[in-house]
């Protein structure tokens, strides 16, 4: 059965630390792993990785992924409260629509 | 529009009550998703549409759900004869041929 695994569950630093958020999968006929943010609202995209080992950043957040170990990480450096929000990732499939989503890890950034 | 938008942001029924929620995608998105949310969780895959076309309906939970898009833009989940365990968010997304899926802000159902 095709799963994704993330980790921790929870986290909880103080502003100005750096984090790294955990996502594993075992998924058949895997294509890309998406990152996503959910504050209250709608997930929105953060990042698509298709090739391992190529970092993608974007500000204070980096990501990368390991297609041999099959697991990716996502980093935030600085952290600012307003990073505060639950972090999916989801493994996409080869039929390019499917995903299969990770519970998330929530994030709690303290002042 | 600029975003995924869904209707209504709350429904609140009562148990044994017909429900339809409502997706708008971002126009010109041709692929539809729906999906179920329960609190603490990540999103569980119901349906996909590519325009009009139910391509994929394996995760909808039972014959109590439905879901069409007739001209292959707005969306409709309707679920019959409602149950406590529907209650949870819904969320609606589209996306483009190989471009990520964008997410509206989904519709949190209660079921009294």
């Known amino acids: 059965e095709d799963k994704v695994v993330q980790s921790p569950l929870s986290l909880v630093v103080h502003e100005g630390d750096t984090v790294t958020l955990n996502c594993s999968y075992e998924?058949?006929?895997?294509?890309?792993l998406l990152w996503y943010k959910q504050e209250k609202k709608a997930p929105t995209f953060l990042f698509m990785l298709?090739?391992s080992g190529i970092e993608k950043k974007s500000g204070r957040l980096s990501s990368i992924l390991d297609k041999k170990e099959l697991f990716s990480i996502l980093n935030i450096t600085a952290t600012q409260t307003g990073d505060s929000a639950i972090y999916l990732c989801?493994?996409?499939?080869?039929?390019?629509?499917?995903?299969?989503w990770g519970a998330g890890t929530k994030l709690i950034i303290k002042p | 529009g600029a975003g995924v938008s869904q209707s209504p942001r709350y429904k609140v029924a009562k148990r044994g009550q017909d429900v339809a929620l409502r997706c708008d995608p971002i126009?010109?998105?041709?692929?539809l998703f729906w999906y179920q949310q329960a609190l603490g969780q990540g999103p569980e895959f119901l349906t996909y549409?590519?325009?009009?076309?139910?391509?994929?309906k394996s995760g909808l939970p039972s014959d109590r759900f439905f879901a069409e898009r007739p001209e292959g833009s707005v969306s409709t989940l309707k679920i019959q004869r409602t149950q406590q365990e529907d209650s949870a968010v819904y969320l609606c997304?589209?996306?483009?041929?190989?471009?990520?899926?964008?997410f509206g802000d989904g519709t949190r159902l209660s079921i009294l």
């Open positions: 989801a493994g996409l499939l080869d039929s390019n629509y499917q995903l299969i």
């Open positions: 998924v058949t006929n895997f294509r890309s």
């Open positions: 298709t090739s």
């Open positions: 126009s010109g998105h041709v692929s």
């Open positions: 549409f590519q325009n009009e076309a139910q391509l994929d």
């Open positions: 997304a589209s996306s483009l041929g190989n471009q990520p899926q964008h």
